[in-house]
């Protein structure tokens, strides 16, 4: 793993070390500090971070789980590289899933839900307006958090939650690439406009639909810069 991809060490704070390790190489690999195909070193990352290899090994595991690392014969953990097909796939599955979301959130929610939902969208249209992706992403993550959480189930949540571990870096893509289209950003805050409005009239197909849409072409755009990405490579 090289010198300069190294993770924050560990504070040892409240969290959990497990989870502080686990969100710290998480980090690294969606911000691209670890990059696609590097090799991932139990012994190094024990020096780096200041924990035991007991520590590592889980916090590699669960990455292998959520799809962002995986284990190469005679080489060890790895930092998963893009896969354009399976970029198409999972986005295929999120549009679904976040569809019958919105759906369920306009059929279920409460006035709280809805208020904490406005709430989160003006976060994210703030956050465009700063420039800031980590901002960006993280005000997104925000805002269908509590979408999902509206939705009142659980088990959709869960496979929701997995789902966004797993695309985590093609969004993060999506948003940082120096090719970003130029009117993505206010196509998307335009879309999620559209999907609370539906909500507040609870409207539950229409915000199914236009959650799909904003999906779809999160996924069109992904699928430009990664193919863009690749053709560099040859």
Known sequence: ???????ARI???????????LESLRA????????????????????????????????????????????VPNKGPVVRE?????AKDLYSIR??????????FAENASSENMTRLEAGLNDVVQAYESGDANRVLETKNGFYAVLFEGASSETLSSMLNTLHARIWRWRALGLTHPERSRNRSQESIANLRAVLSAIRQRDGESAERITRE????????????????ASRKR
């Open 11 to 21: 504070l040892k704070l409240a969290a959990p070390l497990r989870l502080q390790v």
């Open 82 to 86: 893009l896969s354009l097909g399976e």
């Open 214 to 229: 904003e999906a779809n072409k999160a996924a069109t755009e992904v699928m430009r810069l990664l193919g863009s990405i």
């Open 95 to 104: 549009a679904v899933l976040e569809g019958f979301a919105a759906r369920l």
């Open 1 to 7: 793993m090289p010198m300069n991809a190294q993770p």
């Open 28 to 71: 690294g690999i969606i911000s691209g500090r670890l990059a696609p195909g590097a090799r991932i070193t139990e012994r190094e990352l024990t020096e780096m971070l200041g924990v035991s290899r007991t520590v590592i090994r889980e916090a590699l595991r669960q990455l292998e789980t959520e799809g962002l690392v995986e284990n």
